[in-house]
């Protein structure tokens, strides 16, 4: 087995982040780095990550949390901000966030410790739909959102075509729904940037067919039947 596989599966990270902890000298196979991204892994090695041993998890768990605003989606933060994870209590088996929201947006975010899930969800060419309600100021035209929906320039990028929906509008704030398959930096920010518009509120309902649902703010809940349903049927 690949060792970014094997990490994956060791419920550490998905396959794109263990290539880096691998690159970053981090693992070890049998007591010697390893820096090399096509290692085989067998069964009989010991791998570790930060000398700590890690070995396949068998038992995957998958949770759904409503990030509040101020917190950053990672494991943990160079700047001591306060993670995803610190919400988590009560949850006994270490787990991951896949994918991001930025420090300022709120909203849906997964948390597993099944990286092969986490690989499909965030790999470039998933094509799963991300689904944002977008509070702007002031009037957004019929042509900026026609604008918005074709794709726009957002500095070294131009976004993919979306679904770009207006809930409602007056002359302080517009509210709108957007429906990307891209997970960009500030992706939804930068869209509005590129038309010269201000998002004041930002927060994400829904990844694939899995839906914020009623979870307050801080609130997690692990995944109902249906969503793992749905999460099984991508590894097909």
């Known amino acids: 087995m690949r060792i970014n596989k094997y ?37 009989s090695d010991i791998v570790s990550i930060d000398n700590k041993t890690v070995k396949i998890v068998l038992n995957y768990v998958y949770y759904k949390l409503n990030k509040p605003k101020g917190y950053v989606t990672t494991s943990s933060d160079e700047f001591d901000r306060k993670t995803v994870l610190n919400l988590m209590r009560g949850v006994h088996f270490r787990v991951f966030p896949v994918g991001r929201l930025d420090y300022d947006t709120e909203g849906l975010i997964l948390l597993t410790n099944d990286g092969e899930v986490a690989n499909i969800l965030t790999k470039p060419n998933s094509n799963i739909n991300k689904v944002y309600v977008a509070h702007i100021d002031g009037i957004i035209t019929k042509e900026e959102i026609k604008q918005l929906s074709k794709g726009v320039d957002i500095g070294d990028y131009i976004t993919k075509p979306c679904s770009v929906e207006l809930i409602e509008t007056n002359e302080k704030q517009s509210k709108l729904r957007i429906t990307i398959t891209e997970g960009k930096n500030r992706q939804i920010r930068k869209m509005f940037a590129a038309i010269n518009k201000e998002v004041t509120f930002l927060k994400r309902v829904q990844i694939g067919d899995i839906k914020l649902g009623g979870l307050s703010r801080g609130e997690y809940a692990p995944l109902n039947q249906k969503e793992l349903r749905y999460l099984k049927s991508l590894k097909k």
């Open 7 to 43: 990490i994956a599966q060791c419920g550490i990270s998905s396959r794109r982040k263990a290539e880096d902890l691998i690159t970053a000298g981090r693992v070890k196979v049998n007591g010697k780095v390893t820096t090399d991204l096509a290692t085989d892994i067998k069964d």
